[in-house]
């Protein structure tokens, strides 16, 4: 283990309230017990990462989700995926589609990164869910898979119309005419946004947005077949319609303001996850949701730089809306290895963490000296967590070599989280395709050591 520098008596006080206050993360069943009971009977409850490649961020948050939906009512998993990918997965733990396992009803997941869900892990959840789901004679005491985000614009234009094939093929054919607008980018949403940047292409936003009017104005008719099946199939097509109207906005917004694009892609994820608590209570009863995303959708963005640039997201939004009903969770980790691209689009790599930086909150909770453990932050006090502080945030790119700049910012942890789960030494997710550069992974000391 790294030493920590000379620290600051404000510093010591920290530590010893972190070392006091650390509740270890063991394995048994017992970890999270406190945890459930600081949840107690909140509807939302927001499990983040500090990145989408670390093997232990998804084995935690998959092991509380499990006591969330056995133990507290829990009927909702809610991803940083995409809607339609997200649905089939949906289907298959409903015991409602073809896909004979949990790695077939994962395949819709196709666009890069795909290891992000297609691993290891997300596997044995989902194998979970329909094992849990197969024992529950109501369909109101199942757990549902839902995805959040909206990058999904091709997916969703098939899916819309393949609804209204269905249904209404008249006002399918109208459908086909309004999205194509976007044929001539093939409907890829990042090849949209950079033709209208260019002037090579016009606004697809009125026939978007007509096609989603039409679509909720006659819900009462393709609603008149009777069940909640019905009713599920006409509310995913709605979300289609939906989706495509923010993606629209969102790739219009891509190159030219990067901060409009990021709100405008919390929001859809945020009034997403709203409209499934009201379709779902619709239905009968107090929905309660478990959302997976990053720590920098899920932290309080108010208690970040990100906030300081006008930013927002899921945490702050939800905390907004729902107040005391919602329980943010954050994760950290000091070292390790992670699965992560070079550049976007790039392959997956299994890739060194430098360790965190003696001003990173990350080093800061290395200094507890136990290999795992949660915190609740309300019971923390000490100025090293209440001023800001480098946190490290790894997407699905890591720059060792520009770390600094690429991946630190400064938050306010007791803001930003209600719980935080340290790991200090982690292991990078196991896709289910490898490539090579995974399985060799990065050669070790590739960065310089002590920094």
């Not at 992000?116 to 757990?143: C, G, I, Y």
């Not at 997403?272 to 720590?295: E, I, S, Y």
């Amino acid at each position: 283990m790294q030493a920590h520098p000379v620290a600051s008596p404000s510093t010591e006080r920290s530590l010893q309230e972190i070392t006091l206050r650390a509740r270890p993360v063991t394995g048994v069943v017992e970890d999270y017990d406190t945890l459930l009971s600081l949840v107690g009977d909140r509807r939302l409850v927001l499990i983040g990462e500090a990145s989408h490649g670390t093997h232990e961020f998804y084995r935690e948050r998959a092991r509380i989700t499990r006591r969330l939906i056995d133990e507290l009512g829990f009927t909702v998993v809610a991803v940083e995926g995409d809607w339609p990918d997200a649905y089939r997965v949906n289907r298959y733990v409903m015991g409602m589609s073809d896909d004979p396992d949990a790695d077939h009803s994962l395949a819709d997941f196709r666009r890069f990164p795909t290891w992000m869900w297609r691993n290891q892990d997300v596997v044995a959840f989902v194998e979970w869910l329909r094992a849990r789901n197969d024992t529950q004679r109501s369909p109101s005491t199942k757990a549902r898979f839902y995805g959040l985000d909206l990058y999904s614009l091709r997916a969703s234009i098939e899916a819309v119309i393949e609804y209204l094939d269905q249904v209404d093929p008249t006002e399918a054919g109208r459908a086909r005419e309004r999205y194509s607008c976007f044929d001539h980018i093939g409907g890829d949403g990042q090849a949209y946004g950079y033709a209208l940047a260019t002037g090579a292409s016009d606004p697809c936003e009125t026939q978007v947005v007509a096609q989603l009017i039409e679509l909720r104005q006659r819900a009462g008719i393709y609603l008149s077949r009777d069940g909640w099946v019905a009713e599920d199939e006409q509310f995913y097509a709605e979300q289609n319609a939906q989706l495509v109207r923010d993606a629209e906005e969102y790739y219009q917004q891509m190159y030219r303001a990067e901060l409009s694009s990021w709100n405008l892609r919390d929001r859809h994820m945020a009034s997403t996850l709203d409209a499934l608590l009201d379709h779902l209570d619709h239905q009968g009863g107090r929905t309660k949701a478990v959302v997976w995303a990053h720590n920098s959708h899920v932290g309080d963005a108010r208690a970040t730089a990100m906030g300081a640039r006008g930013e927002l997201n899921i945490g702050q939004l939800a905390r907004q809306r729902y107040g005391g009903d919602t329980f943010l969770i954050g994760f950290s980790t000091f070292s390790g290895r992670v699965t992560a691209a070079s550049d976007w689009g790039g392959p997956a790599e299994r890739k060194h963490v430098r360790p965190g930086r003696s001003e990173s909150l990350e080093w800061l909770l290395h200094g507890a000296d136990l290999p795992a453990y949660w915190l609740a932050t309300g019971e923390l006090a000490g100025d090293d967590l209440a001023r800001p502080r480098l946190e490290r945030a790894i997407g699905v790119i890591y720059r060792p070599q520009t770390e600094l700049a690429s991946h630190y910012f400064e938050a306010r942890l007791l803001q930003q989280f209600d719980a935080v789960i340290h790991i200090d030494r982690t292991q990078a997710l196991v896709p289910l395709e490898r490539t090579s550069l995974w399985v060799e992974g990065e050669p070790p000391e590739t960065y310089p050591s002590g920094l």
